[in-house]
């Protein structure tokens, strides 16, 4: 891997699970589970300049990524709800680059991390309760296609470790 690489992707790029094993799906929910301790963790006492450095260059700032997470989260959430409650439903897409972008995205960071509490709590309580038929169920992506829950919930685990890592790589290249 390049060095561009390696600091886009600090864990690798993600790998779709080859199970589902319900003791798999277990660990990926307590990934979820941990994601607001680990997210603390990984901001605790930065800056607000340290916040607004970027993981990398041309990347995202710390505190664009911790709003990032919010909004993916939640999105994902929500997704996860639909597949639940509709026959394979047609999601919207949406351009994360300019969702960071915006204003929001730009308050202190302890919005979003209250919001990815409340969040994870919720989600995983909800996923916790689902059966391996609720696992099959899923959602139509206008551009990835088919996809169902145990792939999302396995993507999102990684999601949460990926960019969980973007600050704490730049935190051990940076001694902060």
């Given at each position: 891997?390049?060095?561009?690489?390696?600091?886009?992707?600090?864990?690798?790029?993600?790998?779709?699970?080859?199970?589902?094993?319900?003791?798999?799906?277990?660990?990926?929910?307590?990934?979820?589970?941990?994601?607001?301790?680990?997210?603390?963790?990984?901001?605790?006492?930065?800056?607000?300049?340290?916040?607004?450095?970027?993981?990398?260059?041309?990347g995202w700032t710390v505190r664009q990524v911790v709003h990032?997470?919010?909004?993916?989260?939640?999105?994902?959430?929500?997704?996860?709800?639909?597949?639940?409650?509709?026959?394979w439903p047609t999601i919207q897409p949406y351009d994360e680059?300019?969702?960071?972008?915006?204003?929001?995205s730009r308050l202190p960071i302890n919005v979003s991390l209250?919001?990815?509490?409340?969040?994870?709590?919720?989600?995983?309580?909800?996923?916790?309760?689902?059966?391996?038929?609720?696992?099959?169920?899923?959602?139509?992506?206008?551009?990835?296609?088919?996809?169902?829950?145990?792939?999302?919930?396995?993507?999102?685990?990684?999601?949460?470790?990926?960019?969980?890592?973007?600050?704490?790589?730049?935190?051990?290249?940076?001694?902060?």
């Amino acid at each position: 891997m390049t060095d561009l690489e390696v600091l886009r992707y600090p864990i690798g790029r993600f790998s779709p699970p080859a199970s589902s094993l319900p003791g798999i799906r277990a660990a990926h929910i307590q990934v979820l589970r941990q994601l607001p301790e680990h997210l603390r963790a990984a901001v605790a006492g930065l800056s607000d300049a340290q916040l607004d450095t970027p993981y990398r260059e041309d990347g995202w700032t710390v505190r664009q990524v911790v709003h990032h997470l919010a909004d993916s989260h939640a999105m994902a959430y929500t997704r996860c709800k639909l597949a639940l409650t509709e026959d394979w439903p047609t999601i919207q897409p949406y351009d994360e680059a300019a969702w960071a972008n915006l204003a929001d995205s730009r308050l202190p960071i302890n919005v979003s991390l209250a919001m990815v509490e409340a969040l994870h709590a919720r989600w995983v309580a909800l996923l916790e309760a689902l059966s391996d038929d609720d696992f099959r169920k899923g959602y139509n992506h206008p551009q990835r296609g088919r996809e169902m829950l145990v792939k999302m919930l396995a993507m999102y685990d990684w999601h949460s470790r990926h960019h969980t890592a973007h600050i704490t790589s730049l935190r051990a290249r940076q001694d902060w």
